[in-house]
């Protein structure tokens, strides 16, 4: 456990009124909190208070929309720091232009992050004018979720450390939604053409770019499971059958699509593009968030006002998927590409 024997978790007001925080009683590394015992209405942040009674923020709790507590996003995430099972994961990558690495997010936190997603989802498939959108993308939304970004760079530092070296940049990060029971499927393509013909965004990328795909629901041959033609036998399409939290990482030349979404559940997916090298696209720099992850092997500083001065300040549409509604910050909702001018 992130606590320690003789430290509990407290969660604080502003103002200074506190409530304890109790394990869970079923949900290994989820607390519960008596909010009503919080000021309403102002802010509140969690600290670990020591067996001396000295204090410490705390960095790693977040707190949990569906379980109504914090969440331990440290343990949520599994440790790739094994030298051995790092290297075999960079072999099976360069060797096929993809890896799966099990488990790498707890269900706990899986959890956590779709009742991020599903208010937004709601919003847009909720509208009349998206009744035959099958497929959202959500730019930056767990962007905000604290330390998400610093938990996963410290736990996956090492592994992605031997994939695309000591320099480490997140290019964009997305969350990806094909609605249930949808025709849609993405076509065949390589993330270094860019997507689509004359477009040039992902081809003025750094080559060595690595997606990093995570499903935050089981993906199964029904489910918008991903296919991908592997390097060493090009012939042979692969379907992507995995678990929710199962992490999916993917060359940037390898071929690769998506099937159509037949079952009875959203197929939701949090996508993010790892660079060695900060990108620099002309047709459209301020889509590129260029966050820096690792320097020189280290995770870099990633907590809330890090990421949320980036949300702020990235905030504009990823012109590669501009044919699908998309999360804008500046205004807190989904809109289209083209109701921009109206809305």
């Not at 992490?247 to 390898?254: D, G, I, T």
Request: net charge negative; aromatic share 8%.
């Amino acid at each position: 456990m992130h606590l320690q024997h003789g430290e509990c978790l407290v969660a604080r007001s502003h103002g200074g009124a506190s409530a304890r925080c109790e394990p869970h009683p079923y949900l290994p590394h989820v607390y519960t909190v008596d909010a009503g015992k919080l000021t309403p209405g102002e802010p509140f942040r969690y600290v670990v208070r020591r067996a001396d009674g000295t204090e410490r923020t705390e960095r790693f709790f977040a707190h949990s929309l569906d379980q109504d507590g914090p969440v331990d996003v440290w343990e949520g995430i599994r440790a790739i720091d094994n030298a051995f099972y790092a290297n075999e994961v960079k072999e099976h990558f360069e060797r096929r232009g993809f890896a799966v690495v099990r488990r790498v997010l707890s269900a706990e936190l899986v959890s956590t992050l779709r009742a991020v997603v599903n208010p937004h989802m709601a919003d847009v498939w909720g509208a009349d004018r998206a009744a035959y959108r099958d497929k959202i993308n959500l730019e930056k939304v767990l962007l905000h979720v604290p330390y998400l970004l610093q938990a996963l760079a410290e736990k996956l530092g090492p592994l992605l450390g031997r994939i695309l070296g000591s320099e480490v940049f997140l290019e964009y990060e997305q969350v990806m939604v094909v609605r249930a029971g949808s025709s849609y499927a993405t076509r065949r393509h390589r993330d270094v053409d860019g997507g689509k013909a004359g477009f040039s965004e992902a081809s003025r990328r750094h080559k060595g770019s690595v997606h990093l795909w995570i499903p935050l629901v089981d993906i199964d041959e029904t489910r918008a499971c991903m296919y991908v033609d592997p390097f060493d036998a090009p012939e042979q399409s692969l379907d992507m059958t995995m678990r929710a939290g199962d992490a999916l990482f993917l060359h940037n030349y390898v071929w690769h699509g998506s099937r159509a979404n037949s079952s009875g559940v959203d197929r939701i997916s949090w996508l993010m593009n790892l660079a060695p090298a900060p990108s620099h696209d002309e047709t459209n720099p301020s889509a590129d968030l260029n966050l820096q992850l690792l320097r020189g092997g280290v995770p870099m500083d990633l907590g809330p006002d890090v990421c949320s001065r980036l949300a702020r300040e990235k905030h504009s549409y990823l012109n590669l998927f501009d044919a699908f509604f998309t999360y804008d910050p500046s205004l807190l909702r989904m809109v289209h590409p083209d109701n921009r001018r109206r809305e």
